[in-house]
């Protein structure tokens, strides 16, 4: 499985930013997807996660309200849409995959490289 982020950048406090994951590899509908991310000099975190159906997801209590994680089949497409973004978002966002994670928050076998999202005050 390999696993492609994009659409990181610089954007200001009160801004949006839509990251997008490709997947390829493995059929995207037999995958629980989510976002991790990890700010400088901190461990990484959950943010949100997406049932393989679609009917599920789960989000971190931090982002709550203001980022919304979706899934394409079409595309074979995960993304995490980001709103009301704050300077403390800052941080490399990773999209993960895996077939049966352990945990919603952890265990997921494949994972990006990552894309930086920065937020300015």
């Known amino acids: 499985v390999q696993l492609l982020e994009v659409g990181g950048g610089l954007v200001q406090a009160g801004g949006s930013r839509s990251l997008p994951c490709s997947v390829s590899g493995r059929i995207f509908t037999i995958l629980s997807m989510a976002w991790f991310r990890q700010a400088p000099g901190k461990e990484r975190e959950f943010v949100a996660a997406?049932?393989?159906?679609?009917?599920?997801?789960v989000y971190a209590d931090s982002v709550k309200g203001r980022f919304t994680i979706s899934r394409d089949e079409g595309k074979n497409t995960e993304y995490l849409q980001m709103n009301s973004l704050k300077p403390e978002d800052t941080a490399v966002y990773y999209c993960a995959a895996d077939l049966s994670p352990a945990n919603y928050s952890y265990g997921y076998e494949y994972w990006g490289q990552g894309t930086p999202v920065t937020v300015s005050s």
């Open positions: 997406i049932s393989r159906t679609g009917e599920k997801t």
